[in-house]
């Protein structure tokens, strides 16, 4: 299960047709990730044996309804199961897990935090806590639990992945790499490590490492939309509007309604002299939600 939050990591895409200045939005920098929980360990409190296994039941039902994306009918099972057998730290932690998915982070942080006070040691808990105060805009306070549940399992590469999220978010991107670095150390298939390395390299000018990044990315995820993007940035950047246009192309197949791809797009035809294709463009990331499209097509459509 996948839990989602963004992250504003910064990367300028770069504009350089006439008459717009405008630094296009960026891919958003990847999501946090949480972490499940099943029922598999015993517990060890006075529920009878009857009602552990039913708590366990309506726990395990919950966590397949949380995949299928029915997350109210996870949480009213897992509510179940506290109900059942009020001391087992798992089921606040899944409810809390599901409710961060429905972004419900405030009621989040009460179920994660009461399964820190039946299980300290749930170094997951610390992680998922740490993803919540990240929406709720507490960076430091994600960094704080992340550095917990990394202090209780040095080996939990999603509690360094989303403490450099975190640091991305707060300028320190080296930091962040370096807490990239060890996640991709010790799970080298980890994507999101991988692209948002890239885009904090791309940020402190590593140009020629970030495409490195984008291009791992995409060989461990050809569907990776937003690292097409990020590679067309590049391109575009040293002045390969075509290599550009084509990698934009190509994050439009795969994600249809991305407004910065088509943005993107419709200023580096621009920047080819095809402004009837960079006006359609524009139009459609307009359409799209994004803020500036609009007003660069007033300074270029004729």
Not at 135 to 164: F, M, Q, T, V
Request: with cysteine; hydrophobic share 30%.
């Amino acid at each position: 299960m996948k839990q989602s939050s963004l992250l504003m990591v910064a990367l300028i895409a770069y504009v350089g047709w006439a008459g717009c200045t405008r630094e296009a939005p960026p891919p958003h920098g990847d999501t946090m990730s949480g972490i499940t929980v099943s029922s598999d360990n015993k517990p060890t409190h006075t529920a009878n044996d009857s009602e552990t296994k039913n708590a366990a039941a309506y726990n395990n039902r919950g966590l397949a309804k949380d995949t299928l994306g029915d997350y109210q009918g996870a949480i009213a099972d897992f509510t179940k199961s506290i109900e059942l057998d009020p001391k087992d730290s798992t089921y606040y932690y899944n409810r809390g897990f599901t409710e961060n998915n429905l972004g419900d982070h405030q009621r989040a942080m009460l179920d994660l935090n009461k399964s820190l006070v039946l299980d300290p040691k749930l170094a997951p808990a610390y992680v998922n806590r740490g993803f919540a105060k990240e929406r709720l805009g507490d960076y430091h306070g994600a960094i704080s639990d992340c550095n917990k549940a990394i202090e209780l399992n040095p080996k939990l590469a999603e509690a360094y992945y989303n403490r450099g999220l975190a640091k991305d978010t707060l300028g320190d991107y080296q930091g962040a790499i370096s807490d990239y670095n060890k996640a991709i150390e010790l799970e080298p298939k980890h994507v999101k490590s991988y692209y948002n390395r890239g885009l904090a390299k791309h940020t402190l000018k590593d140009y020629q490492g970030a495409m490195s990044d984008f291009n791992k990315t995409i060989e461990l995820d050809p569907k990776y939309a937003k690292a097409y993007i990020s590679r067309g940035v590049i391109r575009a950047r040293s002045g390969d509007y075509q290599g550009a246009i084509s990698e934009f192309n190509k994050a439009i197949e795969l994600d249809p309604k991305d407004a910065t791809a088509y943005y993107n797009r419709g200023a580096d035809k621009a920047n080819l002299g095809d402004m009837s294709g960079a006006c359609q463009d524009l139009s459609a990331a307009g359409k799209l939600g994004d803020p500036d499209a609009y007003s660069s097509m007033k300074k270029v459509c004729k």
